[in-house]
């Protein structure tokens, strides 16, 4: 019988994701497979997950710890300042490194999952470079959740705690991106494909380093490397690290959009932030210095 528009699942109506992206999600409660179920998304044991009306699936289980989520005003300040392209380079050496990672290459297929996605602005570059890839975003808060979800055409968005499992199907994604995100091995491990890749960017001790001092910010943990290879190295090995370093002229108003996007933001008041910038003069002058690195699942 032929499949016409009264057919169509209801909870499609809503659901900004496209056929492929939903093939790969699984219950993050038993694993099982996820499909449309009347208004909701729905595995065979029966377990339910209600679509935001923004477009995203509402895949978190469990209690959720407070504060735990990037709030309106941090992804607000996010998308201002990642909307002006100071992070474009960044942007652009990742869609670089996740086409020559993905085995075989994005631009025949693929699923690339942004954990820990935001706004999903380092995905919708990756998805550019790749016109063949579909995209992931996953994230815990709903404020960034709900610009993901039209983050890019071929992507599509869900609600998920790192820290419980990713709502992935086994070997479904071909790259996972982890830009200043959590981390949870085992599950990165369990959800890439054999020729899979993992992209982790992580800020070095340079990072904001003269707004950090000038401005009293939350400072780099400086065992952080250690620790992330350290949590990496029983499900990866890593074939490739390198440090990107961006000298950034930024107005006072996006120098507070650079604050308020990031961790300080809930630790200073926004007179206060305002006060210690304007001291800075204008052009607000900073560098922003990554370290990017490549996993295979060992």
């Known amino acids: 019988m032929t499949?016409?528009?009264?057919?169509?699942?209801a909870v499609l109506d809503r659901l900004r994701m496209p056929r492929p992206v939903l093939d790969a999600l699984a219950c993050p409660v038993c694993g099982a497979a996820l499909g449309?179920?009347?208004?909701?998304?729905?595995?065979s044991a029966g377990h339910r997950f209600d679509v935001a009306r923004e477009g995203y699936a509402g895949l978190l289980t469990g209690h959720r710890t407070a504060g735990t989520g990037d709030t309106k005003e941090m992804v607000r300040a996010r998308q201002e300042f990642q909307s002006a392209g100071h992070y474009a380079p960044l942007a652009d050496r990742l869609a670089e490194l996740?086409?020559?990672?993905?085995?075989?290459?994005?631009a025949e297929g693929g699923l690339v999952a942004d954990i820990g996605a935001g706004t999903g602005y380092y995905l919708g570059a990756v998805l550019d470079a790749a016109p063949g890839a579909w995209g992931l975003a996953l994230d815990v808060s709903k404020f960034a959740l709900r610009r993901a979800a039209r983050a890019h055409p071929r992507a599509g968005a869900a609600a998920c705690d790192t820290w419980r499992g990713l709502p992935l199907r086994t070997g479904s994604a071909a790259v996972l991106l982890n830009v200043f995100a959590p981390r949870r091995p085992a599950e990165f491990h369990r959800a890439l494909g054999g020729g899979g890749a993992l992209i982790v960017v992580t800020p070095t001790s340079r990072h904001l380093a003269e707004l950090i001092s000038n401005l009293g910010l939350v400072s780099v943990d400086a065992s952080k490397e250690e620790r992330l290879e350290g949590g990496l190295g029983a499900h990866f090995s890593r074939t490739h690290r390198e440090e990107l370093d961006?000298?950034?002229s930024l107005t006072p108003g996006e120098a507070a959009a650079l604050v308020g996007m990031g961790p300080?933001?809930?630790?200073?008041?926004?007179?206060?932030?305002?006060?210690?910038?304007?001291a800075l003069g204008d052009p607000v002058a900073a560098r922003a210095s990554f370290a990017v690195a490549v996993y295979r699942p060992a």
């Open 264 to 278: 300080s933001a809930r630790h200073l008041e926004t007179g206060e932030t305002a006060e210690r910038i304007a």
């Open 36 to 43: 449309p179920g009347g208004n909701a998304l729905a595995c």
């Open 246 to 248: 961006l000298e950034l």
């Open 98 to 106: 996740a086409a020559a990672a993905a085995r075989p290459p994005l």
């Open 3 to 9: 499949s016409t528009d009264d057919d169509r699942p």
